[in-house]
């Protein structure tokens, strides 16, 4: 002889009984993984020791705030130039060939050593001395080169205006 | 007959094709892959919709679009040529002018999206067109979905599904104005406009400008940015502007991303009959959208509101979460062993006390085939009684026992390609697009595409009778009157499919002889309808290729129901409409589940498989099997059990996953007897009308929280995933039926549900190849189903399921309609409602939804209307003998004359329909009469609030075309064929000129 009934009473757990459960709950997953914690704890002090925390609590808290700022001032002619000059040297790493680029890189840095050891004994060069230095061969290979990185430039950029 | 076959060559690559392929269609299947931004979703409707130009190739030198050009024998095609890909870049440029890429940032970066996809396979780099924003604000009037015409590519594949799949006919692309966009109806906002909220524009967008709200701000890391950062970023990427290999490539991370946060899970409906799966996309407990995927095999792409966007009640605040118990008059919450102890122990003492037969068990439709095997394990073998039934009887037992009669097997004779491919589909007594939606697509479509004619009987006229080549209204309760005089015409007029009668039926003299009194005269007498009528439905019967029958409520919820689907039978029987392709018998399942639970065996009279459970050798398997001994005579159905309770009978029940207190028919009665009951258990996802006269109510978990099977009105059986964990302390129901069986000493054993399959396929010939391993994913079998797994789609092929293999025209005759009395002058008709499933129970936990549609309405015809001074918003009531309902009025050409419908969504009893109907029932199955009620009315109020809000789709203006009208691009001024543009462009310098 059941009537139609529709009030429910709750088994409320106490605020209390929650909240122990919640907790060991927690405990139990820091003991299972103490290690990392306290590595995590030494990391957080350090951080904290050095204003690291304070800062990161002050920009996430104004996060919008700042976001917008930061991406005003990011969306600047300056910084498009930048991001741009950026992503072409980038594109011009990519395209160069690494061999060709560590040649050159090995010439460079032998000719920096040399150029540097002639600086510190100031010797003075005359006209005939440069006349003499074109017939070494190592000059003429390096001047050489030069002349057709100079050929190969111009054919790019005359590409260019043709475009 | 063979497909013809011929070698062509793509890209150097030389493959088979078919003919009437496309050339892109014939690179698709052999895995060549040609962009086709507009032909991502090709099954739509008309085929290619030609709209997107990304899809070029080179033929011969000359530049044509793959999408609709046939491949041709030894034809030579190159999609990567210079000139193709140029012109296939040259449709990109075009459609990022409508179109920004903000991919990182946009919610629809999830790796599927076929603008970012096809862009990045072109390798588009800069853009050649400026991106130019279009002169409409987003439109996010309609709760669910949302139109950003900014990025909107005009591909018309949301036009193409809304005209020519789902043929709602609310999308179309005005090409006429300077700047084209797509709109609703005659551009309205999408709220106010005919659309039926069935999300298949938002499903085949293939980028972001028709998105799922639920997904905006959710889906991505940085979509949910506050929009004053956000804009400076897009504005900030376009300027520094690196080229979009580089955004594609952190779009590509992002969303490489997004994997390990969202899910996305494979699940079956659980709403309708239909069976649609798709994939539910989460983010922890947080549902994001559903997405239908054309592997799907009943709805593809398809979707109904329902389906799309109606689960909002699995993270509901309504949840049940703990068991409760009654003491007193509260319930109490208390913990599974306490709830399981207590019904142990009641039960067992009224097993002991007043017999087995003193239990009774109803099991649910809603939840699995695997569970509604055990709940019958249950009752059978732990409790030793078969009063066992299921919701099936208040809908389809009539459709199942007619078709045993005639053909000998209770289900769709084949799948909706049978229907979908008919030449003639009869609607009777059934409104697939408001119950059924998205197998009514597939008529509709066929109906406007294909020309497959289409009948429709009906009282109301519903959408599809509007479409109808002829819509029947016979008087109410009159169908087996008209269907067999149409029946004796055919016969008569010599018809007749003579050979199939001669080599496949039995019982042909005796039954046209039962015939005789069903004239065209008596017909025109008792269903109302003339002779011209009836004529003319023969002969669209006899000219078709094949007919097939659809029907439900409207049939089987008669106290001739059953008769009337045997009639039904034999008229496809006399016509030779079984066993062969798009043709048969249709009965529309109404709840994911109904044709699956009876199939399991939550039948009073049937074991798995309907095996009878009176024959010994039927039972004496599963005795076996189980190890204890199973009763062996039927037991009581669902209105027995209510009856026997209120004998005194039945005193202790265990119902689960149905809200028997509102929709079996009058409910005063069924209140009244479950007062009656010693102990009551339901067992719910909700504190349901029923779960308020129980002793313990148990906590469920719905379909998205469990695995199993369903089995839909096909009797195609799917596997659905688990997406998410059971909501607080639920269980699913099959562990909940183990735990307690076991608390009953029954050492069940079942550790997934596909343990429970698997003893099924061992028990049940029928499921005999029926393993989970065989419905990964999107696969499903199709019972019967061959111990090698081979499923029977199309029925009946070489025998019907009788000893001879010859089916039976059974005779029957013509029961009345119940009649009230004089003082009842109205006919009340009832159902189903799009937008509600149902009571409503699920579905009204959605927003949206009580947005669209929130109250029952009472539909009254306009003569009715004058005539008793009514008008829409007027309050009412409704007394028939039984009870009486207060509901308000919409007046509408639906109905007509003094026939009223009410449909069913309500939990509130004031205004449930079952307060009025009556416990009369169909003669052989006891389905309770629902539509043969009558009602008097009296005026309470006569202005107020119309019950269905004025932004109901109901009250829109639908647009019809065919498919998006490409032509009409082509013919504006500023549009200039891709070629063309190539020759000036002076990158092509083709041989022919193009049109287009």
Known sequence: MAKAITQIEQKRKSKQEERSEDLSAIINQIADNREVIQDTLIILQELHATGVLDMLKGLLRTREKVGQIAIEQINQPGMHNIIKNGMNTIGLLAEMESDQLKAMFSGLNTGLEKAAESAKTQEEVGLWGLMKSVRDPNVRTSMNTMVNFLEGMGNGLNQQKTH | ?996
């Open chain 2, 1 to 996: 007959m063979e497909d013809n076959r011929f070698t062509m060559k793509i890209n150097d690559q030389e493959f088979e094709a078919i003919e009437g392929q496309s050339i892109l269609e014939a690179a698709l299947e052999n895995n060549i892959y040609i962009p086709g931004i507009c032909s991502s979703q090709p099954d739509l409707g008309i085929g290619a919709i030609q709209t997107c130009d990304t899809c070029y190739v080179d033929v011969n030198g000359d530049l044509k679009r793959a999408c609709s050009t046939d491949a041709q024998p030894n034809m030579v095609v190159n999609s990567v040529s210079e000139t193709a890909k140029e012109a296939q870049l040259e449709g990109m440029s075009r459609i990022l002018k409508n179109h920004e890429l903000y991919c990182t940032v946009c919610d629809n970066n999830n790796g599927n999206c076929e603008v970012h996809n096809t862009a990045e396979y072109l390798q588009l780099d800069h853009q050649k067109y400026e991106f130019t924003p279009k002169p409409y604000p987003p439109d996010n009037s309609h709760p669910f979905y949302r139109y950003e015409p900014d990025q909107c590519i005009l591909c018309g594949l949301c036009v193409e599904a809304c005209q020519d799949l789902q043929v709602s006919e609310v999308l179309s692309i005005d090409w006429e104005r300077e700047q084209p966009r797509v709109i609703w109806d005659d551009d309205v906002p999408i709220n106010e406009s005919s659309c039926v909220s069935c999300g298949h524009c938002v499903s085949v967008c293939p980028c972001n400008a028709l998105m799922e709200k639920s997904m905006l701000g959710e889906a991505g890391y940085m979509t949910g940015t506050p929009k004053n950062i956000l804009e400076p970023m897009i504005d900030l990427t376009k300027e520094v502007e690196p080229g979009y290999q580089e955004i594609f490539t952190i779009s590509n991370v992002e969303a490489t991303m997004r994997e390990d946060r969202i899910n996305k899970t494979k699940t079956v409906c659980t709403y309708c009959g239909v069976g649609c799966s798709f994939e539910v996309w989460t983010k922890d407990r947080e549902i994001l959208k559903v997405q239908p995927t054309s592997d799907a095999p009943v709805n593809g792409i398809s979707t109904c509101v329902k389906g799309k966007f109606g689960w909002d009640f699995v993270n509901s605040e309504e949840r049940l979460t703990k068991p409760l118990i009654r003491k007193g008059d509260k319930f109490y919450e208390a913990t599974w062993e306490e709830a399981l102890t207590l019904m142990a122990d009641k039960f067992t003492e009224l097993k002991d006390k007043e017999g087995s037969d003193s239990l009774g068990f109803i099991a649910s439709s809603k939840c699995t085939n695997e569970e509604n095997y055990l709940f019958q394990k249950l009752a059978r073998s732990v409790f030793g009684t078969n009063n066992i039934d299921n919701c099936s009887r208040y809908c389809q037992t009539p459709a199942s026992a007619g078709l045993m009669r005639t053909v000998g097997i209770g289900g769709d004779s084949g799948t909706m390609e049978d229907i979908a491919t008919s030449d003639l589909v009869i609607v009777v007594g059934a409104n697939p697009t408001e119950s059924h939606p998205v197998l009514a697509t597939r008529v509709k479509r066929a109906h406007k595409l294909h020309g497959q004619k289409l009948i429709v009987s009906d009282l109301r006229k519903n959408e599809l009778a509007d479409r109808a080549d002829l819509h029947i209204h016979p008087e109410p309760g009159s169908d087996l009157v008209w269907i067999s005089a149409v029946t004796k015409y055919i016969l008569d007029q010599g018809w007749e499919a003579k050979e199939f009668l001669e080599n496949r039926v039995n019982n042909v003299e005796e039954f046209k002889q039962s015939l005789e009194k069903f004239t065209l005269e008596y017909a025109e007498k008792h269903a109302g309808l003339s002779k011209e009528t009836l004529i003319q439905t023969a002969e669209m019967i006899r000219d078709a290729e094949g007919t097939c029958i659809l029907w439900a409520m409207g049939v089987t919820q008669h106290m001739g129901g059953t008769d009337t689907s045997t009639a039904i039978a034999n008229l496809l029987l006399v016509t030779g409409n079984f066993g062969k392709p798009g043709a048969g018998a249709y009965p529309l399942r109404g709840h994911n589940n109904v044709q699956g639970a009876s199939d399991f065996g939550t039948m009073p009279n049937f074991l798995p498989g309907y095996e009878p459970v009176e024959k010994d050798e039927v039972r004496s398997r599963y005795e076996q099997a189980w190890g204890t001994e199973l009763p062996k005579y039927p037991g009581l159905n669902n209105h027995q059990i209510v009856e026997a309770i209120m004998d005194g009978n039945v005193k202790g029940m265990y119902l689960f996953g149905e809200e028997m207190g509102l929709v079996d028919s009058n409910i005063n009665y069924v209140e009244e007897a479950f007062e009656k009951l010693d102990f009551f258990v339901v067992q719910d996802i909700f504190f349901s009308k029923t779960a308020q006269y129980a002793d313990v109510v148990l906590p469920a978990a719905p379909s998205l929280e469990k695995e199993g099977t369903f089995t839909n009105t096909e009797r195609r059986i799917q596997r659905f995933y688990q997406v998410m964990d059971p909501l607080d302390d639920c269980k699913p129901d099959w562990q909940i039926f183990q735990e307690f069986a076991n608390k009953m000493g029954a050492n069940w054993d079942y550790s997934h549900p596909s343990d429970i399959m698997d003893e099924v396929a061992k028990l049940a010939p029928v499921f005999a190849g029926v393993s989970y391993d065989r419905m990964e994913g999107w696969d499903s079998q199709v019972w019967p189903v061959k111990p090698n797994g081979e499923s029977t789609p199309l029925l009946y092929e070489e025998r019907f399921k009788f000893l001879d293999g010859k089916a039976r025209l059974f005779p029957v005759d013509w029961t009345p309609p119940l009649q009230m009395g004089e003082e009842f002058d109205l006919h009340l008709n009832n159902g189903r409602l799009l937008e509600q499933f149902h009571e409503g129970n699920m579905t009204n936990k959605s927003e949206g939804i009580n947005h669209k549609v929130s109250n029952p309405w009472l539909e009254v015809s306009h003569e009715l209307a004058k005539e008793r001074n009514l008008q829409s918003g007027s309050l009412v009531r409704l007394t028939s003998p039984y009870g009486k309902v207060k509901v308000r009025v919409l007046v509408t050409n639906r109905v007509t004359g003094n026939e009223l419908y009410l449909p069913m969504n309500t939990t509130e009893n004031e205004k449930a329909v079952n307060k009025l109907t009556s416990s009369y029932y169909d003669k052989d199955t006891h389905t309770p009469n629902y539509k043969e009620t009558q009602v008097k009315m009296e005026l309470l109020e006569k202005a107020g609030e119309p019950p269905l809000p004025a932004h109901n789709h109901r009250f829109g203006n639908p647009q019809p075309h065919i498919g998006v009208e490409v032509e009409k691009k082509w013919n504006r001024k500023d549009f200039t064929p891709v070629p063309e543009t190539l020759k000036r462009e002076g990158s092509y310098h083709g041989k022919s000129n193009h049109a287009n």
